[in-house]
C-alpha cells in the first residue's frame, strides 16, 4: 500500500518555539523540513485555522 499523504499532529507547544504565544512560522518549517527530507519528498504547510 502506498500514501499520498501523511498526517502529523503536533501540539501548539511544540509549534511556539521561544514565543509565549501563537505558532513560530520557522518552528513550522523546520518540522515539516525534518519530516519531509529522509524521503526526499516536498513539504508544504498549513493551518486550518484562518
Known sequence: MVYKRVLLKLSGEALMGDQGYGIDPAIVQ???????EPQGIG????????
Not at 523546520?30 to 519531509?36: E, M
Open 43 to 50: 513539504c508544504r504547510h498549513g493551518s486550518g485555522h484562518r
Open 30 to 36: 523546520s518540522i515539516a523540513t525534518d519530516v519531509a
